[in-house]
C-alpha cells in the first residue's frame, strides 16, 4: 500500500478561495475624516489624554464655557484660538493656528545684551533660570507660545519665479 505524503496534515479539498470578505480592505471599517469641530476637538483630546477640564483651565475660562465653545453654542473667538493655539490643530475652518511652540530645554543658555536685561529676564523666569552676569541658563523644561507671522519677501518681482 502506498504511503501518503504528510501523513499528519488534512488534504485540502478545495484550495479556490471561497470567500473575500477576510482578505480584502474594501471590507475593513475605514476611519471617515469628520468636519464637525465638536467631533475633531473630542477626539484630539481623547487621542492625546487631555482632559477638557484642563485645557479650559489653560485657556482661563470656565468648564461650562469650553462646552459651548466645544460643541459650537458659544462663538467666543479668543477662547477658539487659545484651543486652536495650544492644541497645534485646526479644528475651525476661520480659525489659523498663530502661535507655536518654542521650547527651551535644561540647559539653553541665553546670553542678554546688557546686565540690565539679564537680570530683568531671570526675573520674569524665576524659578526656571540661573544668571551669571549677562547670560541667563535654564534649569527646567519651559514652553512658550511665539506669534508667528508671514515674513515679507525681500526678493523682487523678476526672482519670485525662481
Given at each position: 500500500?502506498?504511503r ?11 484550495k479556490?478561495?471561497r470567500?473575500c ?10 476611519k471617515?475624516?469628520t468636519?464637525?469641530p ?6 484630539i ?8 477640564e484642563?485645557?479650559?483651565?489653560a485657556i ?18 479668543r477662547?477658539?484660538?487659545?484651543i486652536?493655539?495650544?492644541?497645534q490643530a485646526k479644528?475651525?475652518?476661520d480659525i489659523?493656528?498663530?502661535r507655536?511652540?518654542l521650547?527651551?530645554?535644561a540647559?539653553?543658555q541665553i ?12 526675573r520674569?523666569?524665576a524659578?526656571?533660570?540661573t544668571?551669571h552676569g ?11 507660545l511665539m ?10 518681482p523678476?526672482q519670485r519665479?525662481?
Amino acid at each position: 500500500m502506498p504511503r501518503r505524503r504528510n501523513a499528519g496534515t488534512p488534504r485540502r479539498k478545495n484550495k479556490v478561495l471561497r470567500s473575500c470578505k477576510n482578505t480584502c480592505i474594501s471590507h475593513l471599517p475605514v476611519k471617515q475624516e469628520t468636519t464637525d469641530p465638536s467631533e475633531k476637538l473630542r477626539e484630539i483630546l481623547r487621542s492625546r489624554g487631555i482632559a477638557p477640564e484642563r485645557l479650559a483651565l489653560a485657556i482661563g475660562i470656565g468648564r461650562p464655557a469650553f462646552y459651548n465653545v466645544s460643541c459650537g453654542s458659544s462663538k467666543n473667538r479668543r477662547a477658539r484660538q487659545e484651543i486652536t493655539d495650544i492644541l497645534q490643530a485646526k479644528i475651525w475652518n476661520d480659525i489659523e493656528i498663530q502661535r507655536r511652540p518654542l521650547l527651551l530645554w535644561a540647559g539653553t543658555q541665553i546670553e542678554s545684551p546688557t546686565l540690565a536685561s539679564a537680570k530683568q529676564t531671570a526675573r520674569e523666569f524665576a524659578g526656571f533660570v540661573t544668571r551669571h552676569g549677562k547670560i541667563v541658563r535654564f534649569t527646567k523644561p519651559y514652553a512658550l507660545l511665539m506669534a508667528t507671522r508671514r515674513i515679507a519677501s525681500t526678493r523682487t518681482p523678476e526672482q519670485r519665479h525662481i
